[in-house]
């Protein structure tokens, strides 16, 4: 048996009836990690030593049984824009290449609890801004699939490195698609959870009003419970939420019956690829036959979402990165003339392109004489936007579309071109301004070889819903593992 | 000067909340503490970390504004302010621009021509950045982050004021609501309590403003009302001169007696505000307004009227009494256990502000406790000791707050009731004095008083003087 291969649940289950060791599993995916690292770079920091000591105590635990949680004992790989105490934690990042929190972020704090071995943090766009992991300062990551591809991003170094077996499951975070398209171009599940459900202290903020940390696996049945593990409602983070209910789990059920799914037609329109429409469309077919009432229905301002998105987020980020000044952690440069000077060159060394020129629009948007063009313009676009969707969930329990118009391009491809890098954003971004929950599922493999993934949207708080579709449609197609080639 | 000028005053004063946590965080915000030592992740801006509304700086916030008749702004918001300094570890700061919890108020002041109210435009909440502390000897600067994030409120007046007496009657005024309302101790000094001057000058029955500067690092009413005199002279030298005054922020130096110019207006920053997405709106319901304004306590002039009636204390002694929240205390509980409030009031008025002055110390300062105040009044009361032993013994209070009972017991003090002991000592006095009880009895009356003191000094000050004026007038 290759342990690297069971699902996150299916190695919990093994490790509690004591056929798999925590350790045993821990060295498996470090054997995985050995193997692959070289070619594919999924890690920034591989804590070894950390996961093999903090193995043995948790098989302890477990052996005591003083832990009982489904994940316990099952190795986990954290995005590196999510702080860990005592465990480098950079953004994939010059300026933060040797930070090293003096604290965990919460939905870390709430993995450990339930005994979740961490066993390194994962690779990314820079500070999550990218769609493509080819922005990290420590070198691109590369698509499992296919090695001239991209992995998606920011998160492609977790969905990476799951495909790839190297760990279990993973956490990522999404501000405009960032845990769904690389999921997508992966071929593995992953969910953004509605905002405020995840709580955002010790995630290190892009885009503060959108961002959401979430889950990554190869299954949905994974991705609900870790979902259930991770969300919490978190005093020490202001836009959380005090849910009704954290549980997910219960919606693992392989039923869609009287279901009512709507397909947006503006989803379909240009831009997107004929092979992933035929991918989504047969999904829709799918369900349908399972007894889900799938119609087609006009969802509006499709086309503005965009634009609305950079402005917010850039916005955001251009004030969130302001802190990485070279004072107080983090980089700073060698030789410089007064604090100007060192502000200057520390941040010019420390931040690279794709950062600088959010920072610049950003900071642009907020001037004054441009505040109400912009950002304020922004604004009610996603208040309009949210309108459409809160319109849309009258009708429907959930919306059924693709993560991104195309499948990997390849390596290199994207950066050249900002904004079409941009525009491969439009069918996730929407779901952050309107802080709705969405979920990617592979259905289908293009002629070049690479997955595609189905994104299923639902009303806020009701990720229930989403996760019951996803299921009932997973169990239609099982889980392809990526083909590997070094 | 051939023009007549007017001048216009306009104030931002910062005020330091009295709340035992910081605004963002539940770090302490104790002042004096080593450097650094009261922080954590949220007010040193590590990444990831998060801010919490510290709700008590709301209902401060809102104390304020409804003690200075403004609206509560029900639905308001933190907005970013963005700028870099090493001091602000975010490199912004979490404060209120388009939103503010309080607008459109004011107070009523009183000046030479009667009433005058000066408008308040707005109150907004907001965090304190750290301090910088520049090492000569290393060529370093260092930065202590223990106040940032401390709760700071922003008043913002309109340009109502004409003069430094109408200024220093505004933020006296200010200073003593909140004081009442235990929002802030107002401190000038240790910066508590920050006093920002915007002044123009106009010719006389202008309708226009002219160009204002701020002025900042104004530490006293003596450093505001000297700034103020200097500033609108500068200003009125330079348009006598045919010069324009130039839009800047100047700093004070109360040493020199002069300002000069920190930047100008070109120097300015875009602070690029927009609102702050890791906090939420607060919303103020009308319920939470009402329970403020039932909790609010008395103020000035509410005491100054119930001292008047309830303690028939004169006008000029009531306004001392309530000159400061401490004193006002300080009477309020000594009077409620010796029941004698015009006694409290004269050692009030009286002993305690004569070493106040003395002493250089602040009413914010008073350390003794209304307790012992009231015991040597009782002592004084009893006839146990006379007015020059106790006023001994106040000062000892004073300073170091003891028993008085106690001390007068330990050091013998009390007067000495034994008659047979004063008719002796009063006899050896007159023994020994032939020259004024001749004097005395050719009709030099006065020549009484020598005796009596000879007497006081013999018996260690431990007499009651009319006691010795009536033996001896009996003996002589």
Known sequence: MDITRLTAIELGKKIKSKEVGVVEAIKASLEKIEKYEQEFNCYVTIDKEGALKRGEEIQ???????????????????????????????????????????????????LEKAGAVIIGKTNMDEFAMGSTTETSAFGETKNPWNKEHVPGGSSGGSCAAVALEECFYALGSDTG??????????????????????????LIAYGSSLDQI??????????ANILEIISSFDVKDSTSIKREEYDFTSALVDDVKGMKIGIPTDYFKEGIDEEVKKAILKAAKTLEEKGAIVEEFELGLVDYAIYAYYVIASAE????????????????????????????????????????????????????????????????????????????????????????????????????????MYLGDIYTVSINLAGL????????????????GLQLIGDCFKEKNIIRAAYAYEKTRPYIRPTINI | MSKQYETVIGLEIHVELA????????????????????????????????????????????????????????????????????????????????????RNGGIEIDTPSGKKTIGIREIHMEEDAGKLIHD??????????????????????????????????????????????????CKLQEGSMRVDVNLSVRELGSKEFGTRTEMKNLNSYKAIARAIEAEKNRQIELLEEGKEVIQETRRWDDNKETSYSMRSKE???????????????????????????????????????????????????????????????????????????????????????????????????????????????????????NNSVAKEVFEIIFKEDIDPKKYVEEKGLKIVKDEGLLIKTIKEVIEENPKSVEDYRGGKKKAIGFLVGQTMKKMKGKADPSMINKILKELL
Request: glycine share 6%.
């Open chain 1, 60 to 110: 302890k635990l477990i052996d005591e049984g003083t832990l009982d949680s489904p994940l316990a004992g099952v190795p986990v790989a954290i995005k590196d824009n999510i702080c860990t105490k005592g465990l480098r934690t950079t953004c994939s990042s010059k300026i933060l290449s040797n930070f090293k929190p003096t604290y965990n972020a919460e939905a870390v704090i709430n």
């Open chain 1, 214 to 223: 979430g889950p990554i696996a190869r299954s949905v049945e994974d991705c």
């Open chain 1, 177 to 202: 698609g960032s845990i769904r398209q690389p999921s997508s171009f992966c071929g593995v599940v992953g969910i953004k959870p509605t905002y405020g459900t995840v709580s955002r202290y010790g």
């Open chain 2, 267 to 385: 120097d300015a920053h875009d602070y690029r505000y927009f609102p702050e997405p890791d906090l939420v709106p607060i919303v103020i319901s009308d319920e939470w307004i009402e329970n403020i304004r039932k909790r609010q306590p008395e103020l000035r002039e509410e005491k100054l009227k119930r001292y008047k009636e309830q303690f028939n204390i004169p006008d000029y002694d009531a306004k001392i009494l309530t000159s400061s929240k401490k004193i006002a205390d300080i009477f309020e509980a000594t009077t409620a256990i010796c029941n004698k409030p015009k006694k409290v009031s004269n050692w009030l008025m009286g002993e305690t502000m004569r070493l106040m002055k003395e002493e250089g110390i602040e009413a914010e300062e008073l350390s003794f406790s209304p307790e012992n105040l009231a015991k040597l009044i009782e002592l004084v009361e009893e006839g146990a000791i």
């Open chain 1, 437 to 452: 929950p969405a979920i990617s599922v592979p259905c289908g493999i293009d002629s070049k070889g690479l997955p595609i």
């Open chain 1, 317 to 420: 980020a251009s004030s969130n990165l302001a802190r990485f000044d070279g004072v107080k952690y983090g980089y700073r440069t060698k030789d410089y003339e007064n604090l100007n000077d060192m502000y200057k060159r520390t941040r010019s060394e420390g931040f690279g392109t794709e950062v600088k020129r959010r920072i610049m629009l950003g900071s642009f948007v907020l001037s004054s004489g441009y505040y109400d063009a912009y950002y304020l313009k922004a604004l009610k676009v996603k208040a309009l936007i949210k309108e459409e969707f809160n319109k849309a969930f009258k009708k429907y329990d959930v919306i059924l579309g693709p993560v991104a118009p195309t499948t990997a391009p390849k390596l290199g491809e994207s950066l050249s071109d900002p904004i079409k």
């Open chain 2, 19 to 102: 709340t035992k946590t910081k605004i963002f965080c539940s770090c302490s915000t104790e002042f004096g503490g080593k450097p650094n030592t009261h922080t954590c992740p949220v007010c040193t801006g590590m990444p990831g970390s998060l801010p919490v509304l510290n709700k008590q700086v709301v209902e401060y916030a809102i104390a304020v504004g409804l003690a200075t008749n403004c609206e509560i702004t029900q639905y308001c918001k933190f907005d970013r302010k963005n700028y870099f300094y090493p001091d602000n570890p975010q490199n912004y700061q979490i404060s209120q621009l388009y939103l503010p919890i309080c």
């Open chain 2, 136 to 185: 000569e000897w290393e060529e370093c600067s260092l930065v202590d982050f223990n106040r940032s994030g401390v709760p700071l409120i922003e008043i913002v007046s309109k340009p109502d004021m004409r003069s430094a007496e109408e200024v220093i009657a505004y933020v006296d005024k200010l200073r003593l609501i909140i004081q009442y309302l235990g929002a802030s101790d």
